[in-house]
T-cell receptor, first 112, second 110 residues
Framework: ETGVTQTPRHLVMGMTNKKSLKCEQH?????MYWYKQSAKKPLELMFV???????ENNSVPSRFSPECPNSSHLFLHLHTLQPEDSALYLC???????????FGPGTRLTVL | EDQVTQSPEALRLQEGESSSLNCSYT??????LFWYRQDPGKGPEFLFT???AGEEKEKERLKATLTKKESFLHITAPKPEDSATYLC???????????FGSGTQLTVLP
């Protein structure tokens, strides 16, 4: 595997379900990010982890819970989501803050 | 507040018809400007980084340029496979995040 991978690629869940998104980067980077991309809207940054420490949380509802167990892996735990949370969730990584970020293919999430 | 504005929102070109996409930005101290290409349902693909006014980068039919207020992505003799949404972004705030524009959706017709 190369670059940034994300699983699953597609996820359909009910509002009462609990699920997790997984991201893995094979680039040796030290920063990882979660973004949300909704139709017709710019990418929205959700969380930033630098050296495995969360350094940014852009007013994201608590029903989204990130976890970064090491510099290569990033999770987004989901629970009691709302239909408006349906979107493409993107993971990215970079070497250093402010550097170009490399994105995974995304997880298309649908909340029923 | 840092802002990035891209124009036009959508652009339709005939194959071989060259054009330019615009990215204007307002940031307190530019620390780089990034261009990405995004295909439907996929993650953005990194294209270029520009750091200072006057800088240019090229890749195949694409050339990115930078001034003190804006960046252009010039597409020369485009092909249908160049159809995608093109995004620009700048490091902002603490530089731990990128502020993205809304993108230009490019369609190249055969």
């Amino acid at each position: 595997e190369t670059g940034v991978t994300q699983t699953p690629r597609h996820l359909v869940m009910g509002m009462t379900n609990k699920k997790s998104l997984k991201c893995e980067q094979h680039l040796g980077h030290n920063a990882m990010y979660w973004y949300k991309q909704s139709a017709k809207k710019p990418l929205e940054l959700m969380f930033v982890y630098s050296l495995e420490e969360r350094v940014e949380n852009n007013s994201v509802p608590s029903r989204f819970s990130p976890e970064c167990p090491n510099s290569s892996h990033l999770f987004l735990h989901l629970h009691t989501l709302q239909p408006e949370d349906s979107a493409l969730y993107l993971c990215a990584s970079s070497q250093g803050e402010g550097a170009e970020q490399f994105f995974g293919p995304g997880t298309r999430l649908t909340v029923l | 507040e840092d802002q990035v504005t891209q124009s036009p929102e959508a652009l339709r070109l005939q194959e071989g018809e060259s054009s330019s996409l615009n990215c204007s930005y307002t940031v307190s101290g530019l620390r780089g400007l990034f261009w990405y290409r995004q295909d439907p349902g996929k993650g953005p693909e990194f294209l270029f980084t520009l750091y200072s006014a006057g800088e240019e980068k090229e890749k195949e039919r694409l050339k990115a340029t930078l001034t003190k207020k804006e960046s252009f992505l010039h597409i020369t003799a485009p092909k249908p496979e160049d159809s995608a949404t093109y995004l620009c972004a700048v490091p902002s705030g603490s530089a731990r995040q990128l502020t993205f524009g809304s993108g230009t959706q490019l369609t190249v017709l055969p």
